[in-house]
Structures are given as C-alpha cells and as structure tokens.
C-alpha cells in the first residue's frame, strides 16, 4: 500500500524529532476520508522539495498530531523542465489539464485568454486560478512530487507572448511543418502552447512565430486540446528520458 502524502506548506513547516498537528482540513482528509489510524504512516511534504517521513501519534476529536521522524531530500520532477500554456477550455477540461500536467512534471501552467477561448466571466477569475492551484496540490499529493508547479494568474495570449521570445517555445498547430519530437531532439523545449477547441488563430499563430515560437504537430490526427496537452508532455518527457 502507498504511503498517503499530505501537503503541508511552509507557514509552520515540520521538525525531524517534533510532534507536528495537521490542519483541520488535512485531519480531516487522514481521519475519514483514508480512515487512518494511531501508528499509520504518511509522508508530508511543503512544496518546495523533499518530504518527512512521520506516523500518527495522536488522532481524535481534537484533531491529528503526527510525529515527524526525518527529512529526505527526495525528488521526482521531471528531467525536461516544462511550462505549459494552455488556452481557457471548458472548465471541467481545464482541471483535467491541470492534473494531468502536474502528473506529468510540467514545471508551471499558464491559463491564456485565446481568440477562440471558453469565456469566463471577471467576477469567477480569481476563484477559478485558486481551483486549479488546489488542483495541482492534490495532484502532486497523488503523484509523488515535491515541488508544487506554479499555476500562473490568467493572462491574454499576447501579453504571454511578449515575455516568450527569449524561451525554446513550441505552439502546437496541425499542419506544421516539423513534429513536437522532431523539435525536442534537437534542442531541450523550454515551453508548450496548446491552443483552445478550434486552435490558434492564423493571426495568433503569425505573432507567436514573430515572437520566436516554433509551430510543431502532433501527427497526422487533429486532437482535442486537453488531449494535445497530454501528447504533448508525455513526448517531451519521453525524448529526455524520464523513467516515470
């Protein structure tokens, strides 16, 4: 059986040898959600690298305390470092692509406002981003990592793209002339731009090519975008020899 990971953050970070008290939320998590018990092991981590080895020395009404053990400067981040920027999508799609690429060890994601993106209204932006940023806790509790990719505040493509010149960057678009893996052999990829249902506008396509970003494809098949994400970091990792 795994050991639960529980993220812990680092307001109040562990002590190696110290009695440590979860959250409430965290505590409720351990006491009814995985129905743990007195002497159950876990791992907390803080979100940036490594994690404590622990086990529950007290879980009761008043909440869970564990006794922290020792640090292990562990990690599991993958081996090509990779910024996703994906256009606004549906919103259940869009926590999809989130969980999948924290899984997938994408180093940050980028929500972009596309030409043809979901729209979401300015009251909903806010609590939306904090949505995705629990996702991608939750995903790295699931997945094993230590370091919590960054979900970045949405942005507007352009806005993204003046700051993407000096980057490796790809922008997925069928009908490229080379594919995402002929672009990845030749040189580490830096970052990955996934456009929303129908694509990047040609005129969105022509700045980012201005801008220094290589159009690159999937294939032959036309995929929908939180598929193309998938495709996308899977190659990449794939190329720079990630094990997982």
Not at 63 to 84: F, K, M, N, S
Not at 95 to 118: H, I, M, N, T, Y
Not at 133 to 154: F, H, M, S
Request: hydrophobic share 50%; charged share 20%.
């Amino acid at each position: 059986m795994l050991t639960p990971r529980i993220f812990v953050g680092t307001q109040a970070p562990p002590s190696p040898g110290a009695d440590y008290a979860l959250s409430d939320a965290a505590a409720r998590h351990v006491a009814h959600a995985l129905r743990m018990r007195a002497g159950d092991r876990l791992a907390l981590f803080t979100g940036e690298g490594g994690e404590f080895t622990a086990a529950i020395a007290r879980i009761d009404r008043g909440g869970v305390v564990v006794r922290v053990e020792r640090h292990d400067a562990v990690e599991r981040e993958a081996p090509a470092p990779i910024v996703l920027v994906h256009a606004l999508i549906a919103s259940d799609m869009m926590d999809f692509v989130v969980r999948k690429a924290v899984e997938l060890g994408a180093a940050a994601v980028v929500p972009v406002q596309c030409a043809r993106s979901q729209g979401l209204p300015q009251a909903r932006v806010a609590r939306r981003v904090q949505h995705w940023r629990q996702i991608a806790v939750a995903a790295c509790e699931q997945c094993g990592r230590n370091r919590v990719p960054e979900v970045a505040d949405i942005v507007p493509f352009a806005q993204w793209l003046e700051g993407a010149g000096a980057n490796r960057a790809a922008l997925l678009q069928a009908g490229a002339a080379h594919s995402l893996a002929h672009l990845a052999r030749a040189a580490p990829l830096r970052a990955i731009a996934v456009g929303p249902e129908g694509g990047f506008t040609p005129e969105e396509a022509a700045v980012a090519v201005e801008r220094g970003l290589a159009l690159a494809h999937l294939g032959a098949r036309v995929l929908r975008a939180e598929t193309a994400a998938i495709a996308a970091l899977a190659t990449v990792n794939a190329i720079a020899g990630d094990a997982a």
